[in-house]
C-alpha cells in the first residue's frame, strides 16, 4: 500500500470512527410481510398461552362509536470502565400478580407506517392481552402518531395526521413535506370499560401543529393539559379553555430524543412538574433530563433544573433507549442505561435504571443484562407513582427479541400479547 | 471511536470468511436482527464516511434492514444478506445525494469534523480534512469504489458486486480514483 492509499485508509478509519459504537439505534423493523393485525403469539412462549384469561372485558368485541364532534451529573456518579463481567440475562420471571399491578388497559398504536405511528389505535385489557376496541382515525386523517394518558384509566389522547411521520430515507422526507400542510391534530379517545365502547373526540381548541415539528406528547395526569415537545420549545395547553404557555430554549441542540421518538416528556401528579429530554447535538451527543416547574415565572426552558446528564463518551453510561419518565410523586426519574465497554470486543450492560429526581442520583437498578454485542436494547414504557412497577420492553426473548413485561421488585412478568409497538400508553 | 477499525472491516467482508454471515434457520425477524447486531455499527460509519451525516447514516441503514426484512422471503440465497444489505445501504447513500442537490454537486465538500475537543483536533488534522474534501469532489463510482475498497477492504471483484458493475469497472474506477485524488491534494498542498 503506497502512502497515497495509507492516508486515505487512515482518513477513512478516523472518520468511521466518529460515530462511537454505542449510538446505533435499535432496530425497528416493518409489520412481517403479509401479516395484518394483532402481532402475532411467539409459540415457542407457551407458558404466556397458559395464563388465565382474567378480565370480564376479555370476551367483549370492540364497538367503536366514531362519534366525532369528531445535578447530578451522571458520569460522575459511576466509573467510565465499562461494563462488569459475566451475562447476565434480565431479571428472573415473577407472577402474574405483577399484571394488576398496572392499569387494566393500554392504547397501542397498531399496523405501524414506517417505523413509527399507526394506521389504527387498539384497546387492549392488559391481564389478556385481548383486543377490546379498534379505531381508525377520521378522514382526511390516515395515521395516528402519538398517543397518551391520564392516569384515570381510559382518557387518552391522540394525535393524527394525514400522512406518516419523519421516516428513513426519501418517503420520510417527502412525507414530513406534506404533512406541514396538513398539520396534526388531536383526538380526547375516552374509553367505557362496561360498554366496551371507545368514543373520539376532536380537541379543536387545541388547534394544530406542523407535524414535522412535533416530537413529543404528554397528557398530564388528570387530563386536563397537554404538553408539547416543539423541538425548539415546550407548549403546554389547557384542554379545558385552550390557553397556551410556551417555554423556549435558548442554547444549542434540541428538546426531545435524538429523533423524534419515544415518551420524552413525563408529568408529575400535580401537574407541577414536567421533565423533559434536551440533547446537545453534535457529536457525542449528550442527553439531559431536566424538571420545569410550570408554576414558575418565565418563558425559558434554561430555568429548567438539570438532574441528569448522559455523556454520549464511548465507555461511559448513556441513555439506553428513547423514554425517561418522571415518576407521579415526582421523586424518581426511570430511563433505559446503557454501558458500553470502551475497548474491542464490545460488550454491553443495559439496565432500567431509577435515579433521584432530586440528585440525579442512582437509586437502583433492576433487569441487568450483559450481553457479547451492541445492538439489543431496553426501554421504559410506564411508570406507577413511585417507580416500584415499571412496565419494560427488553430482548429476552429467542434471538434477542423484544419482549414486553411488568417488571416489580426486579420479577419479569411478561404481557400477555406482546405488544412491540413503542407508541403505547397505560 | 472504534479503536480496530480493521475488524469492523473484517466484519463486513464476504460472508463466509471473517463475517458471522446469515444466521441461516432463524425466524426473518431473528435473523434480520442479528445481522443488524453485528452490521450496523460498520454500515453506520460506511453511511458517515459517504454522506458526512450521521443522522441520514442512521436512516440509510435502518431502511435498508427493513427493506431486508421485507423480501425476506424472496432472498434466493440467505447467505448473501450481507451483500444484499451492503448494496441497500450504498444504494440509500446515492438516494440521499441525489435529493439534496448541494451534497449531490459536491458531496462531503463541507465536510467538518466535529471539534470536541483539543484532544481530537489532533487526531482530526488538517491533512485529514484535505482527504476528505478531496474525496468528496470525486465523481460517484470512483468515490464509492475508494470508499468501498479501501474502508471495507472489499477485493475489487467483492466492490464490483456491491456496486453492481462488472470487475474490471470496478478496477478501473479504483486507480483512477486514486489517481485524481493524488492531483487533487497535490494541488492543495
Redesign the interface.
Known amino acids: 500500500m503506497n502512502t497515497?492509499?495509507s492516508?486515505?485508509?487512515?482518513?477513512?478509519?478516523?472518520?468511521?470512527?466518529?460515530?462511537?459504537?454505542e449510538?446505533?439505534?435499535p432496530?425497528?423493523?416493518?409489520p412481517?410481510?403479509g401479516r395484518r393485525g394483532r402481532p402475532r403469539r411467539v409459540r415457542r412462549q407457551r407458558w404466556l398461552a397458559r395464563l388465565t384469561p382474567l378480565a370480564a372485558a376479555a370476551a367483549v368485541a370492540g364497538v367503536v362509536a366514531g362519534s366525532l364532534a369528531v445535578s447530578g451529573t451522571f458520569g460522575g456518579g459511576l466509573a467510565a470502565t465499562g461494563p462488569a463481567r459475566g451475562r447476565a440475562h434480565g431479571a428472573p420471571i415473577g407472577g402474574r400478580a405483577a399484571l394488576h399491578a398496572i392499569p387494566p388497559y393500554y392504547v397501542e398504536l397498531a399496523d405501524p407506517t414506517m417505523?413509527m405511528g399507526g394506521q389504527r389505535v387498539q384497546i387492549r385489557a392488559s391481564t389478556t392481552g385481548h383486543l377490546l376496541a379498534t379505531l381508525r382515525p377520521p378522514r382526511p386523517f390516515g395515521m395516528f402518531s402519538w398517543v397518551s394518558a391520564a392516569a384515570d384509566d381510559h382518557t387518552f389522547i391522540l394525535a393524527a395526521q394525514r400522512y406518516w411521520p419523519i421516516?428513513?430515507?426519501?418517503k420520510?422526507?417527502n412525507g414530513e413535506r406534506r404533512d406541514n400542510t396538513t398539520p396534526t391534530s388531536f383526538f380526547k379517545l375516552s374509553f367505557t370499560p362496561s360498554s366496551g365502547t371507545a368514543r373520539l373526540t376532536k380537541l379543536a381548541s387545541l388547534g394544530t401543529v406542523g407535524s414535522s415539528r412535533l416530537a413529543g406528547v404528554a397528557l398530564s395526569p388528570d387530563g386536563s393539559m397537554l404538553a408539547l415537545d416543539l423541538r425548539q420549545s415546550i407548549q403546554v395547553i389547557s384542554l379545558a379553555t385552550g390557553v397556551k404557555r410556551t417555554w423556549r430554549w435558548p442554547g444549542g441542540g434540541w428538546v426531545g430524543n435524538?429523533?423524534p421518538f419515544g415518551q420524552v416528556l413525563s408529568w408529575s401528579a400535580d401537574g407541577k412538574q414536567l421533565a423533559f429530554q434536551q440533547w446537545s447535538g453534535?457529536?457525542?451527543s449528550i442527553a439531559h433530563v431536566r424538571v420545569l416547574d410550570t408554576t414558575a415565572l418565565g418563558h425559558s426552558l434554561s430555568s429548567a433544573r438539570l438532574v441528569i446528564t448522559f455523556s454520549g463518551r464511548?465507555g461511559m453510561p448513556t441513555l439506553g433507549s428513547q423514554n425517561t419518565f418522571l415518576t407521579a410523586d415526582g421523586s424518581t426519574i426511570v430511563a433505559a442505561m446503557m454501558k458500553e465497554a470502551?475497548?474491542?470486543p464490545y460488550a454491553t450492560q443495559l439496565e432500567i435504571t431509577e435515579f433521584s429526581a432530586r440528585s440525579g442520583k442512582i437509586e437502583r437498578s433492576m433487569d441487568t443484562f450483559r450481553l457479547p454485542?451492541?445492538?439489543?436494547w431496553q426501554d421504559v414504557l410506564w411508570s406507577n407513582a413511585t417507580g416500584s412497577t415499571v412496565i419494560v420492553t427488553d430482548p429476552r426473548g429467542?434471538?434477542?427479541?423484544q419482549v414486553a413485561g411488568v417488571l416489580t421488585g426486579n420479577r419479569f412478568t411478561a404481557l400477555p400479547g406482546n405488544p412491540q409497538n413503542e407508541q403505547i400508553a397505560w | 471511536m472504534n479503536p480496530n477499525p480493521r475488524g469492523y472491516a473484517a466484519t463486513l467482508g464476504a460472508a463466509g470468511q471473517a463475517s458471522p454471515g446469515c444466521p441461516a434457520g432463524l425466524s426473518a425477524k431473528g435473523a434480520v436482527t442479528e445481522l443488524y447486531q453485528a452490521h450496523a455499527l460498520g454500515l453506520i460509519r460506511l453511511d458517515y464516511v459517504m454522506l458526512g451525516d450521521r443522522p441520514a447514516a442512521e436512516d440509510v441503514v435502518q431502511e435498508a434492514f427493513c427493506g431486508l426484512y421485507r423480501r425476506w422471503s424472496r432472498l434466493s440465497n440467505p447467505a448473501s444478506a450481507v451483500h444484499y444489505v451492503r448494496s441497500s445501504v450504498l444504494n440509500g447513500c446515492r438516494s440521499v445525494l441525489r435529493r439534496d442537490i448541494s451534497r449531490a454537486s459536491r458531496p462531503l465538500a463541507g465536510y467538518q469534523p466535529p471539534e470536541i475537543s483539543a484532544e481530537s483536533a489532533v487526531l482530526t488534522g488538517e491533512e485529514r480534512r484535505e482527504v476528505m474534501r478531496a474525496l468528496g469532489r470525486l465523481p460517484r463510482r470512483q468515490r464509492e469504489a475508494l470508499v468501498l475498497r479501501f474502508y471495507l477492504d472489499l477485493s475489487a471483484t467483492e466492490t464490483a458486486a456491491t456496486m453492481g458493475i462488472s470487475p474490471s469497472s470496478a478496477r478501473s474506477a479504483i486507480t483512477r480514483g486514486l489517481a485524481a485524488l493524488g492531483r487533487m491534494l497535490e494541488e492543495s498542498s
Open positions: 497515497l492509499e492516508k486515505l485508509t487512515a482518513a477513512l478509519r478516523e472518520t468511521g470512527g466518529e460515530v462511537p459504537s449510538s446505533v439505534p432496530l425497528r423493523l416493518p412481517a410481510p417505523i421516516a428513513p430515507g426519501n420520510g422526507a435524538w429523533k453534535g457529536s457525542p464511548p470502551a475497548k474491542s454485542s451492541a445492538g439489543p429467542k434471538h434477542g427479541q
